[in-house]
């Protein structure tokens, strides 16, 4: 399967904790985005990466959420401290042309 | 700032055909994009427009108006399988951000 992979599928977590989600792109893709969503919204812009560059992080994110990609590959974001409001399915897309393709996601759930 | 505005909400019948609105507010546009997307799955990507004027792909349609900063995703001969979400998003910037609207569930009734 060629296509953008997220891991873990699924995770559970205390509130304070810390989490890391990974995302591997399709490997010819130079962008890299993630998103956040909730139900029945659209999903958030969180940052995106140019290789392995951060062009831009959200001013909605607070100093507890980091992205790195650091060879211009995969990708983590991490959430540290974590709140119940940090529940979520969080997304990564990849990019070549302008048309993003997304992985299944991450969903957390913040107890 | 950046914004996107489109209905939440649109019902229509089984072979008919459904507009979907969208319009924006941003600097260093680039185009507008649709995904669509089914309950429990990811977006996935149905058009794209650059350039004013009509995207025809199969069943779907994508306009954009850059004057009026508005378009629309057009479906036609709907199906109950197009019940899903439908987010319009703007790409912006010279490495393109993409941000996307709140969307807009749709419901095919037989």
């Known amino acids: 399967d060629t296509g953008v992979s997220q891991d873990p599928r699924h995770k559970i977590t205390k509130r304070g904790q810390n989490v890391t989600f990974r995302c591997d792109p399709i490997s010819e893709h130079n962008r890299l985005y993630w998103y956040r969503q909730t139900l029945g919204q659209g999903p958030e812009f969180l940052t995106y990466?140019?290789?392995?560059?951060?062009?831009?992080k959200s001013r909605l994110l607070s100093d507890r959420f980091s992205a790195e990609r650091p060879k211009g590959s995969f990708s983590t974001l991490e959430i540290q401290r974590t709140e119940q409001g940090d529940s979520a399915m969080y997304l990564c897309a990849s990019s070549q042309t302008g048309e993003l393709f997304f992985g299944e996601g991450s969903r957390l759930t913040v107890l | 700032g950046q914004s996107l505005e489109q209905p939440s909400e649109v019902t229509a019948v089984e072979g008919a055909i459904v507009q979907i609105n969208c319009t924006y507010q941003t600097s260093g546009f680039y185009g507008l994009s649709w995904y669509q997307q089914h309950d429990g799955g990811a977006p996935t990507f149905l058009s794209y427009?650059?350039?004013?004027g009509l995207e025809e792909t199969g069943r779907f349609s994508s306009f954009l108006s850059r004057s009026d900063s508005y378009g629309y995703l057009l479906l036609q001969e709907l199906q109950m399988k197009d019940s899903a979400s439908y987010f319009c998003?703007?790409?912006?910037?010279?490495?393109?951000?993409?941000?996307f609207g709140t969307g807009t569930k749709l419901q095919v009734i037989p």
């Open positions: 998003a703007m790409n912006s910037g010279g490495y393109q951000k993409v941000t």
């Open positions: 990466f140019q290789n392995e560059a951060q062009l831009e």
């Open positions: 427009n650059a350039l004013d």
